[in-house]
């Protein structure tokens, strides 16, 4: 009689996604040994090797590759069947882990998560804050660490949500902001080509904003100096205003006062998407759905406009 249980499929699948026992271990918040010692004995007890193992290297083996999307059938079928049995019962539970950027608030997050909690009190949300813009929040909903996160897609290819299952919630024109003593800060539009010898403040590589000004940049064939890279966009009408580089922003948080100016860009326009997703690797328990719909409809109702201000 085959016996499997669901910490083994749990240690297979983490070890899959991560290719390595050392990250799948700090995933599942365990020891190495405790992961190693899992899929040994499911291998024991099917009777063939799920990893090929090397000094350097981990790969599904053949079985391993066969066995995969059974294991994470049968965890989300449980999953759904602890759902079933807390809805039951009386209400949702269990722990949400939402990811988001740091900075500027498009989303009143502590708005939105005080009425998911006055909805479901039995639910823990924990807001996880990246300094690491998308490519790591892409990074943590597919390796399982967030169920899901505020993401910005703009400018990206489709394979970078190919694993994701995305809500696009809305979209900003991205201006230019220069300061009020600026050559071009009488003027309404600039095209690029005219932004060749300035210097910019942006953001780090992997956020969705320096992606979709990289790209235009690229595009129109020049080359731009980026001189000081901030991780918080609400800081970098700041450092314009104190003539340390232009900045190309999403519309939301680019002020126009007596020091700056605010230009639209002509010829080649960039847009900023905010959307919200989740792993297509793993079903979304029901508590993860609740807090997915909760997001959309407080977007969405005209009556309930989301604050200025939470995560590019």
Known sequence: MLLVDLRQLECVIAVAEELSFTRAARRLHTVQSGVSAA????????????????????????????????????????????DAVDEARGGLRGTVDLGTMISVGIVDLPA????????????????????????????????????????????????????????DLATWPMVLVCRADHRLAGERRVDLTRLAAESFIDFPVGYGNRTVADEAFAAAGIDRRVALEVSDIAAAAGF??????????????????????????AGHP????????????????????????????????????????GSP
């Open 39 to 82: 899929v040994a004995a499911l291998e024991r007890e099917l009777g063939v090797r799920l990893f090929e193992r090397t000094r350097q290297h981990v790969d599904l083996s053949d079985a391993g590759a066969a066995l995969l999307p059974r294991a994470r059938e049968v965890l989300s079928a449980v999953q759904a069947a602890r």
């Open 112 to 167: 939105l998560l005080g009425r998911f909690h006055m909805d479901h009190p039995a639910v823990t949300v924990r807001l996880r804050t990246m300094t690491t813009g998308t490519a790591g929040l892409v990074r943590a909903l597919t390796d399982g660490t967030l169920d899901l996160a505020f993401v910005s897609l703009s400018g990206r290819g489709p394979g970078w949500a190919a694993g994701l299952a995305v809500r």
């Open 240 to 265: 314009v205003k104190h003539g340390l580089g232009l900045a190309i922003l999403p519309a939301f948080v680019a002020p126009e006062d007596d020091a700056l100016r605010v230009l639209t860009i």
């Open 270 to 309: 960039m847009t900023w998407k905010l959307s919200v997703a989740t792993s297509r690797q793993r079903r979304p328990s029901a508590a993860a759905r609740a807090l997915l719909d909760r997001i959309e409809s407080t977007w969405r109702d005209p009556g309930e406009p989301p604050a200025p201000g």
